[in-house]
């Protein structure tokens, strides 16, 4: 296989996994569309920002400069902090539901006593 079959392979193989992402998004269920966008929000960003790899003629190995690596540790950081500030509201969140789901299940056994 030359460089240019090897070239053209790499393209249809991230060619391919966009499409998956795609369809995914369009039809899916509703955790699979999310993660879905997700991926496609940081395939994205990564491409915008340069985070991707490039692959090495010679080699054939994805190469990753230093600079990319660590433009990819601050993103990290980044993307931990926020993880961390958002966490608590999530957190909340499931408190909520969870005295919800309370409610519900003692008012359907009141309900069920009654009848």
Known sequence: MDDQEFLQMRKAAEKLQEQLLVDAVKSGTYGR???????????????????HPVTDIESRELRYSIKQGLRAACVSRED????????????????????????VIALLAYITHKI
Do not use: C, E, H, W
């Open 80 to 103: 931990a902090a926020a993880t961390l500030i958002l966490m608590p509201t999530v957190l909340d969140n499931q408190m909520a539901i969870k005295r919800l789901l309370y409610v």
């Open 33 to 51: 569309r999310s993660m879905a966008k997700a991926a496609q929000q940081a395939s994205n960003f990564a491409k915008g920002d340069g985070l």
